[in-house]
């Protein structure tokens, strides 16, 4: 199973539409997930167009975003469990606020965002990953998304390009 990883797409402030890269790179996925920082709900169409979106909200989406998606969950995908949190939280770095969120919870992969920092790790044999931002790389030098390719076990990879139309 492929899936396309998205987060902190601060959409419409930071970009538009959807950058060219992420339209090609979600092309051919089967799920989606989004770990928050949609800011706008008309951006879940957009991904929709290309697979069946799963989600959290983050700390910058309206409480539309939340009632829809919640602000933490569980999926199941490809026979494997994957906890979706944006990570946001005081006190703790965000892949500890990531890690945390679903302490004692069986889960083979968190997938997390909030720092626009892209991320992969394993940690107690849970694979933590967190896409970057398509949009709005802030500090990092290109934008970045992700995808999880789901069999016997789970491989993620980041994908960086340079512009964002």
């Given at each position: 199973?492929?899936?396309?990883?998205?987060?902190?797409?601060h959409?419409?402030?930071?970009?538009?539409?959807l950058?060219?890269?992420?339209?090609?790179?979600l092309?051919?996925?089967?799920?989606?997930?989004?770990?928050?920082?949609?800011?706008?709900?008309?951006?879940?169409?957009?991904?929709?167009?290309?697979?069946?979106?799963?989600?959290?909200?983050?700390?910058?989406?309206?409480?539309?975003?939340?009632?829809?998606?919640?602000?933490?969950?569980?999926?199941?995908?490809?026979?494997?469990?994957?906890?979706?949190?944006h990570?946001?939280?005081?006190?703790?770095?965000?892949?500890?606020?990531?890690?945390?969120?679903?302490?004692?919870?069986?889960?083979?992969?968190?997938?997390?965002?909030?720092?626009?920092?892209?991320?992969?790790?394993?940690?107690?044999?849970?694979?933590?990953?967190?896409?970057?931002?398509?949009?709005?790389k802030?500090?990092?030098?290109?934008?970045?998304?992700?995808?999880?390719?789901?069999?016997?076990?789970?491989?993620?990879?980041?994908?960086?390009?340079?512009?964002?139309?």
């Open positions: 199973m492929l899936i396309g990883v998205v987060s902190d797409t959409m419409p402030h930071k970009a538009k539409a950058p060219k890269a992420l339209i090609e790179g092309t051919g996925t089967e799920l989606i997930i989004h770990a928050g920082d949609w800011t706008s709900p008309d951006v879940i169409a957009m991904l929709e167009r290309f697979a069946p979106v799963e989600s959290v909200a983050g700390n910058n989406d309206g409480t539309d975003i939340v009632r829809r998606f919640g602000r933490k969950r569980i999926v199941e995908a490809g026979g494997k469990r994957i906890g979706i949190v990570g946001d939280g005081y006190g703790r770095s965000t892949p500890d606020n990531a890690f945390q969120a679903f302490a004692g919870q069986h889960v083979d992969a968190i997938v997390f965002g909030h720092s626009h920092v892209p991320y992969k790790d394993v940690r107690d044999g849970i694979l933590m990953f967190n896409p970057g931002s398509p949009t709005d802030r500090i990092q030098q290109k934008y970045s998304f992700g995808l999880l390719r789901v069999g016997a076990r789970i491989e993620a990879k980041h994908i960086y390009f340079a512009r964002k139309d």
